[in-house]
């Protein structure tokens, strides 16, 4: 099979790909319920999915149900992303020993894990690419995201169905995987019909992986179901960003009394940045031991929604959760494109789900533009 070509993998054949990618040497990740939640974490095996189970999102709502079919990828994003695995959210940067001389450095034994993500929708594969721009792109790489990032196999995972509150599709990023896959699937089941997965390569790695997997070139009727899910998951979509001018729009309206408006509700809790997957702030924390002969230095994840977070010597430069809103929104949405060239939104939802009183970044950013276009 040529990149870009679609093959047929019956239901059966499919646990063949954990195997092949566990006798490479590769850790299996990807979706699974642990009490209940829905969470990305270390899979064993098919078993391991969430097989049967959807999810249903509304603002500050999320639940898991039962499925009419036995789906292996029949729900949307949780509030897990793939960014702890890739970014670690917690990290020894630097270590150093006292010494009669001083403090002398100590290596870092750092080792970048083999990741095989399984089930990558759409809009986290491009949050990863985001964060390429951010760790990868630019005049200096972070060593830890590079290492993990470049050992890593992606199998992305067409979406079936919408995210009650995404909006990938006005984003560009979905609901299909376009690129920066090793293998994508779409999955099709259907109560008369046989349960397959549409299969395509985007990579030579993907294609070595596929080559050892039982399958068939598609057929076009099997290829029209897998594109009839696909935009099934478009149609479904009940959520829009108008992107066209979306930067200078936010730069024009930065004293604009919807933020008053939204300030009154936002609980500066951080949930939006906790759950997105391309938010990155961190901080940095200095620590001994006991005896003072050991110095280390670790970044940790933190959010821009604190006090502390933009303090500087003699106060922080954003006190209200006005200012903190503001900062995030228009980071996301317009100086992220002066950053990175790109926006550092991808429409996945997860804002809106785990904000506590369901603040809506499509609404805020619509009810700006509907004051200079009534």
């Known amino acids: 099979m040529n990149i870009g070509d679609k093959a047929t993998v019956i239901r059966e054949d499919f646990p063949r790909l954990f195997q092949v990618l566990k006798d490479r040497g590769y850790q ?3 979706p699974t319920l642990n009490r209940g939640d829905l969470i990305y974490g270390p899979l064993s095996g098919v078993s391991d999915l969430p097989q049967g189970w959807q999810d249903w999102q509304a603002p500050a709502s999320f639940r898991l149900k039962r499925r009419e079919d036995q789906a292996l990828f029949g729900f949307g994003v949780g509030q897990h992303s793939w960014k702890p695995f890739l970014f670690p ?3 020894l940067l630097w270590q150093a020993r006292l010494t009669r001389s001083g403090f002398d450095p100590l290596p870092l034994e750092e080792e ?8 990558v929708h759409p809009c986290d594969l491009a949050a990863i690419q985001v964060q390429d721009k951010v760790f990868l792109e630019g005049a200096y790489s972070d060593p830890t995201y590079r290492g993990r990032r470049l050992g890593a196999f992606i199998v992305a995972v067409n979406c079936g169905h919408a995210c009650g ?15 920066g896959f090793d293998l994508a699937l779409t999955e099709v089941i259907s109560s008369s019909g046989p349960h397959y997965f549409l299969v395509e390569a985007g990579t030579a790695a993907g294609q070595e992986i596929l080559a050892e997997i039982p399958h ?3 057929s076009p009727e099997e290829m029209r179901q897998g594109e009839e899910r696909i935009k099934q998951a478009e149609t479904q979509m009940g959520r829009f960003v108008e992107t066209r001018g979306l930067k200078d729009l936010l730069y024009r309206n930065y004293e604009h009394p919807r933020w ?3 300030a009154g509700r936002c609980l500066t809790c951080g949930n939006c940045t906790w759950v997105c997957p391309t938010c990155f702030c961190h901080t940095m924390e ?6 003072g002969e050991t110095a280390q230095r670790w970044r940790r994840m933190d959010v ?5 977070f933009s303090y500087l010597h003699g106060g922080s430069v954003r006190i209200s959760p006005l200012s903190r809103y503001r900062q995030w929104m228009t980071h996301k949405l317009a100086t992220w494109v002066d950053q990175f060239g790109c926006f550092g939104c991808i429409g996945c939802g997860r804002c809106v789900t785990w904000c506590p009183v369901g603040i809506d970044i499509t609404e805020e950013a619509r009810a700006i533009r509907e004051s200079e276009n009534p």
């Open 216 to 218: 068939r070139p598609a």
């Open 28 to 30: 299996l990740v990807g």
């Open 260 to 262: 008053d408006d939204v």
């Open 286 to 291: 200095d620590m001994t031991d006991l005896t």
């Open 89 to 91: 959210p917690r990290q």
């Open 304 to 308: 821009c929604f604190t006090v502390n």
């Open 112 to 119: 970048h894990p083999r990741f095989a993500f399984i089930g």
């Open 165 to 179: 509150t995404g909006f990938c599709a006005s984003m560009g990023t979905g609901p299909r995987a376009a690129s």
